[in-house]
Nanobody, 121 residues
Framework: VQLQASGGGLVQAGGSLRLSCAAS????????IGWYRQAPGKQRELVAA???????NYADSVKGRFTISRDNAKNTVYLQMNSLKPEDTAVYYC????????????????WGQGTQVTVSS
């Protein structure tokens, strides 16, 4: 599975960005795509995930502001980020993994290259 992330940039607080993750290849163990982020000096954290069936989950810090979606025809997952805050500044990575019935997401070792999102105050 290969992932190509794009769409990062510099935006003012309150602005919006849309990230894209284009996927190619297949693995029988993969049924979801997740977006992670890592800020300087912090651990990588799950932001949002979407399963092949369309079920989603979000980190509490982004609920109501970020929306994850997918276009199966294009094999692409999007992360629409609205009402951005300076604390959203990070490198964002997409990942291919597994979503379970509980809603939890487990990452596999398939990562996109990361895209920088910087939100100025």
């Amino acid at each position: 599975v290969q992932l190509q992330a794009s769409g990062g940039g510099l935006v003012q607080a309150g602005g919006s960005l849309r990230l894209s993750c284009a996927a190619s290849g297949r693995s029988s163990s993969i049924n979801a795509i997740g977006w992670y982020r890592q800020a300087p000096g912090k651990q990588r954290e799950l932001v949002a995930a979407i399963s092949n069936s369309g079920s989603t989950n979000y980190a509490d810090s982004v609920k109501g502001r970020f929306t994850i979606s997918r276009d199966n025809a294009k094999n692409t997952v999007y992360l629409q980020m609205n009402s951005l805050k300076p604390e959203d500044t990070a490198v964002y990575y997409c990942n291919a993994g597994t979503t379970y019935y509980s809603g939890s997401y487990s990452p596999h070792d398939y990562w996109g290259q990361g895209t920088q999102v910087t939100v100025s105050s």
